[in-house]
């Protein structure tokens, strides 16, 4: 018997999404969500209800994903109440106008600065896999930007769906955040809306749907897709490090996650050692085995499961640690395979479960290249070796983030932007990141009426020349270049700087050649008064 009472999954209904929708554009327009203390208020009363309902949410997570406890609270709940913390801290620093650097001093007299609009009605759609966090964190940021928000969770997690509605409902202003819950029909429902922006976090196939609904009103998209990471082990690499390290990104949620390697290039020197470390990492994690173990989560559903299995059924690698499956109970045991062919399935498919593929490498080189063949802008890179050896894997490869000698850790650390590049997404979130990804940065002048004669040039007729004259006297830079790419020395810039090339460096410089002109002065005044007391 479920130790709680969950509220039912609900679909929404299609025919009301655009009625939901309009409400919230007429309460955006109102300006209610504008006031720093209203985003404030809506976000403190989300803190206490993700608290109030942390029991809930263990349990559907439990239901859903066999979450463990700790995942929960970790990668979940107190990942969201942190970041609701942080943003209530932070809200009134991130609003505050800003002025732009790099003025000319003329436009200065413009007083030019920098308004944070927020951008409107905005549409956020969740993923399954770490259902709350993925949803949530950048409903924070809307939130904290001031946009109204539609969020749609993921219905693959539809005990995860229900309690996060909950959650919304008793705890926000409806007229400004709803949450729709469905799938395909009612996704597609909400893609027919105009939105100031949508946020998708996803599959690659998924967000290709996305952009091109949204194309159709120019919508401004932020898309946090993954898959495909690749872990590269130098020769040089800490083994047993590397090992613990990676089979713990790939074991956490049963290795549905976006950041996690999809496989291992390892130099094929480590190999043996590098599946030995595995299989004792393996032991210590699970004493019992990886399926009686209360902290390994199960696959989503049996279309992934079956999924995975096929990736597995397809590969022409060898299997040397692990291999269960279990379709009743959705459970894949961590699974490391010896693979020898760079385009087996499980090295070019995104795995999204507990599968650790290892492809020996003759070198560095080759890694690196393996690396950009199968995926060029894979979502995370994963470099275990010297200093020298992973400065040149991130100097040869891109990757929306990267992890030096750990598995997907840059992902999880709070504040720190996370997002992807070229196929595995664009846009970035998180903290400060969540309130900039759903806000216009909006350039603002105030042009003085006693400016009018200054101004007076700007308007025709322009038959006078001299108005051009001026005009470019005050406007026009000129190049501390020559046409052979020479750097022009301006002696008197020189003279400020002290030859370092900013004012800044060239102040300290000054002031650190002063203080020792200074000292020495003393010195020998106080060699001579001693010699005289003397
Ligand atoms: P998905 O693309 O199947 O679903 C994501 C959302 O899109 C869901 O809300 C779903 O209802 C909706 N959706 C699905 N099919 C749709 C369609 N045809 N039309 C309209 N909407 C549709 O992704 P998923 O299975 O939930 O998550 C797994 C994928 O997400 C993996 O590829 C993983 O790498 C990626 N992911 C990325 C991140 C990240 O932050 N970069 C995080 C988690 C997952």
Redesign the pocket.
């Known amino acids: 018997m479920a130790l709680f009472e969950l509220p039912p999954f609900k679909h929404t209904l299609i025919d009301d999404i655009p009625s939901i929708v309009s409400r919230l554009r007429k309460t955006y327009s109102s300006q209610k969500t504008r006031p720093a203390e209203y985003r404030i208020r809506q976000l403190r009363q989300l803190y206490w209800a993700m608290v109030d309902n942390e029991k809930e949410l263990l349990e559907a997570l439990d239901r859903d994903l066999r979450k463990s406890t700790f995942e929960t609270y970790a990668a979940e709940i107190n990942f969201i109440t942190n970041e609701i913390i942080f943003a209530t801290q932070s809200l009134h620093q991130w609003m505050k106008d800003e002025t732009p650097a790099d003025i000319a001093l003329m436009d200065k007299l413009l007083t030019p600065k920098i308004r944070k609009d927020p951008l409107g009605v905005v549409l956020i759609?969740?993923?399954?896999?770490?259902p709350v966090h993925?949803s949530f964190s950048p409903m924070i940021g809307a939130i904290a930007a001031g946009n109204t928000v539609v969020l749609?969770p993921?219905?693959?997690c539809p005990n995860s769906a229900a309690v996060m509605q909950k959650i919304m409902e008793t705890a926000l202003d409806q007229d400004c955040y709803a949450c729709v819950q469905g799938?395909?029909p009612e996704?597609?429902a909400l893609?027919d809306q105009h939105w100031d922006k949508i946020f998708f976090?996803?599959?690659?196939?998924?967000a290709r749907?996305v952009a091109q609904a949204a194309i159709k009103n120019l919508t401004p998209v932020a898309l946090?897709?993954?898959?495909r990471n690749p872990a590269i082990v130098s020769k040089h690499a800490n083994i047993r490090l590397a090992a613990r390290r990676l089979l713990w990104s790939k074991t956490m949620n049963a290795g549905q996650v976006?950041m996690s390697q999809n496989y291992i290039l390892a130099d094929r020197v480590v190999v043996p050692d590098l599946i030995q470390e595995l299989r004792v990492a393996m032991k210590e994690f699970f004493p019992g085995g990886a399926k009686k173990s209360a902290d390994f989560s199960r696959i989503v559903n049996i279309n992934s499961f079956n999924r995975i299995k096929k990736m597995l059924d397809e590969s022409s690698g060898k299997v040397v640690i692990g291999g269960a499956l279990d379709a009743e109970e959705l459970f894949i045991e961590p699974t490391v395979i010896e693979v020898t062919d760079p385009r087996d399935s499980v090295l070019v498919e995104?795995s999204?479960g507990p599968l650790l593929p290892i492809l020996p490498v003759d070198n560095l080189d080759h890694a690196i290249s393996t690396a950009n063949e199968i995926h060029e802008t894979p979502?995370g890179i994963y470099a275990f070796g010297t200093l020298a050896e992973t400065d040149k894997v991130l100097a040869g490869t891109r990757s929306g983030g990267a992890s030096i000698n750990d598995g997907l850790f840059h992902g999880i650390i709070p504040n720190l932007p996370f997002g992807?590049v070229g196929d595995s997404?664009s846009g970035s979130y998180r903290g400060r990141a969540s309130f900039d990804c759903f806000t216009h940065r909006r350039s603002i002048i105030h042009t003085p009426s006693w400016m009018e004669p200054m101004l007076a040039l700007r308007y025709p007729p322009f038959t006078n020349t001299t108005k051009l004259h001026r005009y470019n006297r005050m406007t026009l830079l000129k190049p501390d270049f020559d046409r052979n790419n020479n750097q022009k020395i301006n002696i008197f810039w020189y003279l400020l700087t002290l030859g370092s090339g900013t004012a800044k460096s060239g102040a300290f410089r000054a002031t650190m050649l002063a203080a020792v002109a200074f000292l020495l002065k003393r010195y020998t005044c106080g060699e001579l008064r001693l010699r005289r007391i003397q």
């Open positions: 759609t969740g993923p399954f896999n770490f993925l749609k993921s219905e693959q799938a395909v996704t597609t893609l976090t996803g599959s690659a196939r998924t749907i946090e897709l993954g898959g976006c995104e999204f979502l992807g997404g």
